[in-house]
């Protein structure tokens, strides 16, 4: 741990990271320090920010690499030049040999590579932070790509999450960070990453994405090829298509950005709210754009290794918040997030939803280009904080997934409303699921469960009179017992009482005389002590 610690520290002094900290903004207390820093010993070299940042990152490993790979969606946030550094984050991570990759793959299948493909090629086509992926062709001639994990991935990825808890443990001793449940939040997503590394996992999670956009329009997902896709190995159909970060090859192929750019809005909540199931590393180097007619375009999506859920109770009360405030209905998402217990106890919702309000008024009807999300976010940070609004581990995926969306819309059509997109589609998924439909549908389902519980009916409403019976017995068996209890320990004090008067009582008659001839010699308090030690013992 201390020596990873230590790499950590090396690899920010050897790159000069300290150089990106706009010092003009520090405090000058803290402008002093790093003006003193030995980091300033180390020279700068002939490398840019962006690429120093890019290669740091890199040297760090996997979970490094994936905060890159999310901060390259939000050219927003970051100068053109760190930006297109941190895109080249999303699928040219120096690869490792060909060679390597090959005497895996023959490991992994236990056979040889001439008997699994007809074709291999050792030089990889993209290499990302958790694997590599290599062009081949199957002995039928179907065209597909092989994934490999990276080797000796896991052990590095063990020491980062290690240092994550540590750090994640001394924020939960810190008040003001407590409510962000730190250790949840790792946990959750030490979980997600570690699933990243079971390539039966990515690929039972590609087959449930595409049987849930079948023939759609929206999204295609390419198929896996399960003989030869193990757990370090997988094998997927090959797609040719567009990267959705090249604009200027969708431009020049003329495609509809605007469309484009909802569309992706729509399979995002159809993902969330239809299927309860959604891409959750949606980063442009894991979109592409299909070849096909320009004015009806369509996603392709892969690597999904980390996919998402929400329970029925999460997907209510998001839906109903989302509603609320697109309607501007304040106090209604105050009260939904009291009702949850998404934040402290005794929030008053009118206050509440007053400073909701301040924060959010300003962004509504705006298009993307004018929503400053960095003020936004700083507000609602500032808000959750005054309400001890804590952190809710299992949204912190789908609060990624709808950044990385956001950041893409961002960049296909920075005209793109995404509220007035979203909101059609929110209200009909709410009318289907509350209305008759939704009823419907739900009767439907358990229909098959209601019909093998029916004839069990009579048999299971005599077993709970029968039950009710029973418990309403020893309950009042359980009162007359007490009844009981407490007329024997009344009968218990009395006796205890007369024994006491009784004992009292004798011990004066024995000592009256010398009592009389003490009493005689003694002043006033020391009489009345006497006198209240005596009602005192006799009292109940």
């Given amino acids: 741990m201390s020596l990873r610690l230590v790499w950590i520290f090396w690899v920010i002094t050897r790159y000069r990271l300290d150089t990106l900290i706009p ?27 962006g690429e120093r940042l890019r290669l740091a990152l890199e040297t760090l490993g996997p979970i490094f690499v994936k905060f890159g790979q999310m901060l390259s969606t939000r050219r927003d946030l970051f100068p053109a030049d760190i930006a297109d550094e941190l895109k080249r984050l999303q699928d040219q991570v120096p690869p490792f040999p060909g060679e390597e990759a090959e005497a895996l793959v023959e490991q992994e299948l236990a056979m040889s590579l001439s008997a699994a493909f007809a074709h291999f090629d050792t030089l990889p086509l993209a290499s990302a932070s958790v694997a590599q992926v290599h062009a081949a062709r199957l002995h039928t001639g179907e065209e597909v ?4 994990i990276r080797p000796g991935i896991e052990r590095v990825m063990r020491q980062d999450m290690a240092l994550m808890y540590r750090v994640a443990h001394l924020l939960k001793r810190i008040p003001e960070a407590r409510r962000l449940r730190p250790v949840e939040v790792v946990a959750d997503y030490e979980a997600t990453l570690f699933d990243e590394l079971d390539l039966h996992k990515e690929a039972a999670n590609t087959s449930q994405l595409k049987r849930n956009f079948k023939d759609s329009p929206l999204l295609y997902v390419p198929g896996i090829h399960w003989p030869l896709t193990h757990r370090r190995v997988m094998v997927q159909e090959r797609i040719h298509g567009v990267p959705v970060a090249d604009l200027a090859a969708l431009q020049a192929h003329g495609t509809d ?12 909540f159809t993902q969330v709210f239809r299927d309860n199931f959604f891409h959750a590393d949606m980063h442009p180097g894991n979109i592409f754009v299909a070849h096909g007619d320009p004015s009806d375009p369509q996603y392709i999506a892969i690597d999904c290794g980390i996919v998402g859920s929400l329970t029925r109770e999460d997907q209510d009360y998001l839906a109903r918040n989302l509603l609320a405030f697109f309607h501007q209905d304040y106090y209604e998402v105050a009260a939904l997030h009291i009702e949850s217990g998404w934040v402290g106890e005794g929030t008053r919702a009118n206050e509440f939803a007053a400073a909701i309000r301040a924060v959010c008024e300003p962004i509504l009807e705006k298009p993307l280009k004018d929503i400053s999300f960095g003020q936004v976010l700083l507000g609602l940070f500032q808000t959750a904080r005054r309400f001890n609004m804590e952190v809710q581990p299992q949204l912190v995926l789908l609060q990624k997934t709808l950044l990385n969306i956001e950041g893409l819309g961002r960049q296909l059509y920075p005209d793109l409303d995404l509220w007035s997109t979203a909101k059609p589609y929110l209200e009909r998924w709410m009318k289907d699921r509350a209305g ?9 389902r358990q229909a098959p469960e209601l019909t093998r519980q029916l004839p069990e009916l009579p048999v299971l409403a005599h077993q709970a009179l029968t039950r009710a019976e029973v418990e309403h017995k020893q309950r009042r068996r359980q009162a007359e017992a007490l009844t009981g209890m407490r007329r024997h320990l009344n009968h218990a004090a009395r006796s205890t009482r007369r024994m006491r008067l009784g004992l009292l009582l ?9 009592l009389l001839g003490w009493a005689a010699g003694q002043p006033w308090p020391v009489l009345l002590a006497a006198a209240l030690g005596v009602v005192l013992l006799t009292w109940h």
């Fill in 23 to 49: 010092m003009e903004r520090l405090p000058w207390l803290l402008r002093l320090l790093f003006l003193l820093s030995p980091l300033r010993l180390f020279p700068v070299g002939p490398r840019s920010r």
């Fill in 145 to 148: 790509v092989v994934k490999i």
């Fill in 257 to 268: 950005l605007r469309k484009l750019a909802e569309r992706g809005v729509e399979i995002f």
């Fill in 436 to 444: 008759p439909r939704g009823l419907w549908d739900s009767l439907r």
């Fill in 506 to 514: 004798l011990a004066l008659a024995l000592a009256w005389q010398p």
